[in-house]
């Protein structure tokens, strides 16, 4: 057993499908243990997660509950999986962080679209409006921030220009993010890039109620060789990621155009937006 062990997520899981196929067998433990050559303790232990599933070790238990070959080759994937990440000794982040690359891909970009529920578009926010949806002690968080904007500043005017599509939730109008002097100053920002050609902003308002990202925040980008492929990123306060798989892409793809749909029109969101600064 790896020293310090703790079970991950996926190790629970596999333990759980040892001990189905031997309830389905009705085999006790010590039953069991005799047909495959372990231990009743060893089997337990696998089957709890106390330590981790060994692929030879799952693969024969397959055979010792006749359990269809599919089945069991794809536990022990899981188990060798597990294995793998555990080998790695480290998080993906200190490989890699989406979170601290994002910005150099809005560089290489060419079109940017996004969809916000609680905050302004991290490409359009000021730096008091930053600074107000970052904690203190999370001077990372708002460098990183600052970054995304500073990216965007190099790809809003010029010979390349990036085109934006941003939808976003009238929740996001409606929040007092700063207090009201943050906030008013931060729609009428809205309203000034929104002038810009190659900048599209639409608002989701609450009467369309249900919407197809639900609590889904996410930005889509495209690049302008056949090499590159379209990258998501998505992000919770726990972690950054990238999606890079086109099937879920394709799913990207659908929500953001069903958003639009619900979307009011550029020009009836750009007076929601002014309404809205007007009554702060």
């Known amino acids: 057993m790896p020293k310090d062990f703790r079970a991950t997520a996926l190790e629970r899981a596999v333990g759980r499908k040892l001990a189905m196929w031997r309830d389905e067998r009705d085999l006790s433990l010590v039953e069991a243990g005799e047909l495959v050559g372990f231990s009743s303790a060893k089997l337990s232990m696998m089957e709890n997660a106390i330590q981790p599933s060994a692929a030879v070790d799952i693969m024969a238990l397959g055979y010792v509950y006749k359990v269809p070959t599919p089945e069991w080759q794809f536990v022990m994937s899981q188990a060798q999986h597990a294995a793998d990440l555990r080998a790695l000794r480290q998080p993906q982040a200190a490989i890699f962080d989406p979170a601290e690359d994002f910005p150099r891909l809005i560089a290489d970009a060419t ?55 941003a939808v976003f939730l009238e929740a996001v109008l409606r929040q007092a993010v700063g207090g009201r002097r943050v906030m008013k100053a931060q729609l009428l920002h809205l309203m000034e890039v929104s002038e810009l050609p190659e900048v599209s902003l639409r608002v989701v308002p609450y009467s369309a109620g249900a919407h197809p990202a639900l609590s889904c925040p996410f930005t889509w980008l495209s690049f302008p060789h056949l090499q590159h492929n379209d990258v998501v990123y998505t992000e919770t306060f726990l972690r950054s990621e990238y999606v890079e798989n086109h099937a879920l892409i394709e799913q990207v793809a659908e929500r953001f155009a069903a958003l639009r749909t619900l979307a009011l029109d550029e020009g009836n969101s750009l007076e929601l937006v002014a309404k809205t600064a007007a009554e702060i």
């Open 111 to 165: 079109r940017l679209r996004t969809f916000a529920t609680d905050t302004v578009p991290t490409i359009f926010q000021l730096a008091d409006y930053t600074t107000a949806t970052t904690q203190r002690d999370e001077p990372a968080k708002a460098a990183q921030l600052s970054r995304v904007r500073e990216s965007w500043a190099t790809r809003s005017s010029g010979d390349d220009p990036l085109v934006v599509e």
